[in-house]
């Protein structure tokens, strides 16, 4: 159909430059289409155009949509300026060309539009799959697409009217958002799988674990536990649930249990706990413990360590039969001297007194007393033995008194070089303002000369021997190293000159009967001696020592604070004088050789003895009018009171009564470690006569 007749409207037949009214505004296509040579179509000239061409035309130039006109048989193609856009390097030769020679590629698809518009048809497509050939090669676009017919001036239709918006860009996005759809289904579907494989895993190790696995409830209730308990413990999985796991923990370990118990509940770890769980057979097994809790449950692992247990245990014992063989060694090498040295004591005088049984029997009286002195010499030597032992032992009875050290040296010094001799040069270093110490002072002298001798012996060619004194004080530090309290000390030190110690030597040198020196000279008791006396009083003992330098030994004793007993020194032992008429000592023992000799001796001294073989008796004598001038009493003592229960109680009717304990050892808490009130005193045993009755003439004496 071609639009024929007179042209119309303002412009008539002039020829047109700024194109028709309808056409003004119509952006660059308005502009094209009014140049356009259309007589040459079949749509004629402009000004011939019909009222319905010019107005659809006219509408669609001032569209933002893409709009193409497709005009009679030939659907001749008039389009606005967004549908040049669309059509790309085929504008604007599209503009005025027939549809099927503009867009040969689509020609069928055109063909049944045209036919489908021309009978008053419309069609509609979404998302229209179509190739192009827009920009010179092949394209594939996405268009929504809608197509009606124009009514012409008889009403039939006259064109088609295409609304064309591209999807393509919408399309792909919904691809590409369909294909990471599919990607990311794909993906979960995986982890899926990953996770459940993780989880089956999970469970393996559960099953598998030979460690047990266990979650509790922080009331100790059993939740779960993995098959390992089975194996391990005995137990089956319903033994177990619902349990308190207290009940399975040896009674011993369950304190700390549930102290640990506690620690998870309040949200701490447990990262290595052990404990002993009963397996089903009764016996117990060693289980160390990781936990962790949450919210509501404990989650534990238990590992088997009974293997690791029992190792350890073995090791522990074979050191402790280690440490008690080194200890039985020494025991052996401590009673093989004892026994040796005694042997020989007790050859000299069973010896004598044999060889004076024959001189008796023979009627041989001339030259006894050389079998007498051999046997009492002999004697002598086997209480100082013993006494000595006792030192080591830390057993022998104390007689601590304040002591000023610097005046016991001075006291000693004339002896001291007359041991050492005149190759051995002696000096003496006292430190003015030396704190008193409490101690044996005659311990103390008998370990100073004990430690010049040491000294003179390690100095064959001679030497120096410097006596040292100093006040001490020890801090943490210092008291620690030396294994004493912190506090304050005095310290006595005697150096030598000579041969110096070993390390062995040193570690040894405290062994009773260890010596270096040759069979005859050493005895190996003398510093065993000191270091018993020391400790006993509180103190130290400590060797520096260097070889070919010389050596240093050091006692540390613990300073007293009071005044020193200025009355306090040896008693020069005079001849036993004779006793005042009438004076009268109590001797308590229950010892019938003893009672004897100390009775044989007071009365010798002219003393009124009475005698007591247990406290109960030696009571009813105090407590009777009797004169008693002073109380010689044993500690131990039968009949259930002690040597000093029976002088505390005599001091109750008794004011001030003198006392003499005579004791062998150990007994000295029974007499208040060296504390004893005033005007009690304590002898030894053994003790030689002589010392007795000094003793007892000065106590006599002093409380006159
Ligand atoms: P003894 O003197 O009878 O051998 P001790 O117990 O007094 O016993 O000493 C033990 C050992 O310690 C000595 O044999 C000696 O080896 C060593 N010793 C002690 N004092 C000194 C010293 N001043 N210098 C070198 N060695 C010493
Ligand atoms: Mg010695």
Known sequence: MEPKGEPQGRNGGEPEREGPDFLAGGGALGQLIAAHDWPSTPLGPLSSWPGHLRTTVGLLLRSPVPIVTLWGEDGIMIYNDAYSVFAGGRHPRLLGSKVRE????????NDNVMKVGLAGGTLAYRDQELTLHRHGRPEQVW?????????????????????????????????????????????????GQRVEERTRERDRMWRLSTDIMLVAGFDARIEAVNPAWTALLGWGETELLGQDFMAFIHPDDSAATLAEVGSLSS???????????????GTYRWLSWTAVPDKRFIHAVGRDIQAEKEAAETLRRTEEALRQSQKMEAVGQLTGGIAHDFNNLLTGITGSLELLRTRLAQGRLADLDRYI???HGAAGRAAALTHRLLAFARRQTLDPR????????????????????????VEVVGTA??????VDPNQLESALLNLCINARDAMPDGGRITVETANRWMDEHMARERDLPPGQYLSLCVTDTGTGMTPEVIERAFDPFFTTKPLGQGTGLGLSMIYGFVRQSGGQIRIYSEIGQGTTVCLYLPRHHGAEDAAESAAALAAAPRAERGETVLIVDDEPTVRMLVTEVLQELGYTALEAGDGTAGLRALRSDARIDLLVTDVGLPGGMNGRQLADAARVTRPGLRVLFI????ENAVLGNGHLEPGMHVLTKPFAMEALAGRIRDLIEGGA
């Open 102 to 109: 503009g867009w040969p590629e689509v020609a069928d698809f």
């Open 663 to 666: 004791t062998g050892y150990a």
């Open 267 to 281: 949200g701490r770890t447990t990262l290595r706990f052990e404990n002993r769980y009963r397996r089903k057979d």
């Open 402 to 425: 304040p002591t000023n050290v610097n005046r016991l040296i001075s006291g000693m010094e004339e002896l001291i070089r007359r041991t050492v001799g005149p190759a051995v040069a």
């Open 373 to 375: 002195a051999t046997a």
């Open 143 to 191: 268009m929504n697409l809608d197509y009606s017919p124009i009514p012409g001036v008889d009403g039939r239709p006259a064109g088609v009217i295409a609304i064309v918006v591209e999807t393509t860009g919408k399309v792909r996005a919904e691809g590409e958002l369909r294909v990471t759809a599919e990607a990311l289904a794909t993906l979960n579907a995986e982890l």
């Open 433 to 438: 303002g030396l704190w008193p110490v409490l």
